[in-house]
């Protein structure tokens, strides 16, 4: 059995499609007055008002260089302890992504571009970098946004030089840490040494001498590398910045969007709550009852009638 459209609900869309159409065209000033103070006031705001925002992009690409100083491990624990306290300890990319974004590191760049009589705090200087790394990957990307674009890129080179400094001092407090617990060890062997009257006991404490001498003398060859820099290289220097704020052409569409949709909104709600009587379909409908005749007004032309009792 096939489906066929009432006339009289099709009578009715159309109807309703016209009331919207002439909706729109009684309220058309202030739908075009809205839109149009909105996209004024949205370019006052993005040409006068608004200060612009500058980027500028560094890339470091971390490299795992403390491993290719790992040397093959005997058996043992006391080797294998050695061997672990011997090489710089490998960070992961978010260890590294904290490390930059922390208020030490922030200090240290305040302090080497002189930043602090401007009002420039750690915690300020912060809000202004963001660091991400793509997943599987050790590519560190540093953006820094500034309203300089001369600072921005200045904030950024001298971001990345300072944090390559500073992990290679961390670094080399690590080494020195394991030279110090080493030797530490070392006296303790030889302490016990000293005591040995069994050659097969002096030889196990000599064989551990032996090992941790070696330790110490990787260690130190380790730290004598400057493993900071080598882990850490620039890839992408910041050159130059790029304004990214505001966007003048997506602000302007934005609100001409924005304006339009809210003046038809209020054309509608003014719409719903005008409850003035003006067709003889509003007679039937506010009063409850029947029109007897209608009389035209002076501008009938318009529409417009005054029904009679």
Same mark, same amino acid.
């Given at each position: 059995?096939?489906?066929? /459209? ?7 869309? %159309? ?25 004024? %006031? +949205? ?37 294998? *302890? ?19 974004? $922390? ?25 202004? %970098? ?16 500034? $309203?300089? #674009? ?13 944090? *390559?400094?500073? *992990? ?9 840490? $394991? ?28 064989? *551990? ?21 080598? +882990?850490? %290289?620039?890839?992408? #220097? ?8 505001? /966007? ?41 009852? #029947? ?5 035209? $007004? ?9 029904? +009679?009792?």
């Amino acid at each position: 059995m096939t489906n066929q /459209n009432n006339p009289a609900d099709t009578e009715e869309q %159309v109807i309703d499609l016209l009331e919207i159409i002439q909706i729109l065209k009684k309220r058309f000033a202030l739908i075009a007055l809205i839109t149009l103070f909105s996209v004024l %006031v +949205s370019g006052i705001l993005s040409f006068f008002v608004l200060s612009p925002v500058y980027e500028a992009r560094t890339v470091l690409l971390v490299t795992q260089a403390a491993d290719k100083l790992q040397v093959t491990n005997q058996k043992g624990d006391l080797d294998d *302890m050695v061997s672990t306290l011997s090489r710089i300890p490998v960070l992961t990319m978010n260890t590294y992504i904290g490390q930059l974004k $922390s208020d030490a590191l922030m200090q240290r760049v305040i302090e080497a571009m002189d930043l602090e009589p401007y009002g420039y705090t750690p915690r300020g200087l912060a809000g202004q %970098v963001k660091a991400t790394t793509a997943k599987d990957s050790y590519l560190l990307d540093i953006t820094v946004s500034n $309203s300089d #674009p001369v600072l921005a890129v200045d904030i950024a080179n001298t971001l990345s030089q300072e944090f *390559m400094v500073s *992990m290679t001092e961390r670094n080399q407090e690590v080494m020195d840490r $394991s030279v110090k617990f080493l030797q530490d060890q070392m006296a303790e062997v030889k302490k016990e040494l000293a005591g040995t009257v069994t050659q097969s006991e002096r030889e196990r404490l000599q064989g *551990m001498l032996t090992l941790l001498s070696q330790g110490i003398t990787r260690t130190q060859i380790a730290r004598s590398f400057d493993l900071g820099s080598t +882990s850490l %290289v620039v890839v992408s #220097p910041a050159l130059a910045a790029a304004k990214v704020k505001p /966007n003048k052409k997506m602000n302007l569409a934005a609100a001409f969007l924005l304006g339009l949709m809210a003046s038809v909104a209020l054309a509608f709600l003014l719409e719903f709550l005008d409850n003035t009587i003006k067709t003889p379909e509003d007679v039937a409908r506010h009063l409850d009852l #029947p029109v007897m005749g209608l009389i035209p $007004s002076a501008d009938s032309r318009s529409g417009t009638y005054y029904g +009679s009792d």
